[in-house]
């Protein structure tokens, strides 16, 4: 919850420095998808989840079946099959999710390579979200945060510029030849 600074001040001659009295145990995740269809406006689709205390031993990031279900949902309300563009986190390569994968005739996946954040459209809207909903506050607890940050992606959802913006950023191309319904889609 330490909220990244974009700007601060201090004395002339001084280095600001900026106090945080501890890190939390908390933590949250958020997993997206940038859809992109020719022709009609670009989506934000996002589920943000919250740990809780991780002393207590709980799951630290999405499980493989919170995946499958966001990816569910997103099928159903987009009502077209899905290309998905995947980086290589471990739960997206996990033999369950892979069984899953090669059940669906609606979902097509292809995996980025290695250590290529630049490949993928999400990045740029965590960006926009640091650089924006997440800049110069202190967050008081989590639940403040969970509030920011759906606020700020909220807005994006509504700005499709922004989120086309992020896909042709990446120079992948946005035409797919197979079929005019497909909606190429990205993660996390």
């Given amino acids: 919850m330490t909220p990244p600074t974009s700007r601060t001040w201090s004395r002339r ?97 292809y995996h980025l390579p290695p250590y290529a954040p630049d490949l993928n459209p999400v990045e740029g809207i965590w960006s926009i979200l640091r650089r924006t909903t997440q800049a110069n506050v202190a967050f008081t607890d989590p639940s403040h945060l969970i509030r920011r940050l759906r606020r700020g992606l909220r807005r994006l959802q509504y700005r499709s510029d922004i989120i086309e913006g992020c896909l042709t950023g990446t120079g992948l191309p946005l035409n797919h030849t197979a079929t005019d319904s497909v909606r190429p889609v990205s993660f996390p």
């Avoid at 934000?44 to 995946?67: C, M, N, Q, T, V």
Wanted: with cysteine; charged share 25%.
């Fill in 13 to 109: 001659g001084s280095t600001p420095v900026i106090r945080v009295r501890s890190r939390s145990q908390r933590r949250l995740s958020i997993a997206a998808l940038c859809c992109y269809r020719p022709g009609e406006r670009s989506r934000l689709i996002y589920r943000p989840k919250h740990h809780g205390d991780h002393k207590s031993g709980g799951r630290k990031s999405f499980a493989w079946s919170e995946y499958r279900n966001l990816l569910v949902a997103a099928h159903q309300q987009l009502g077209a099959p899905i290309v998905l563009v995947w980086d290589n986190l471990n739960v997206h390569k996990d033999r369950r999710m892979r069984a899953f994968i090669d059940a669906q005739d609606w979902l097509t996946v």
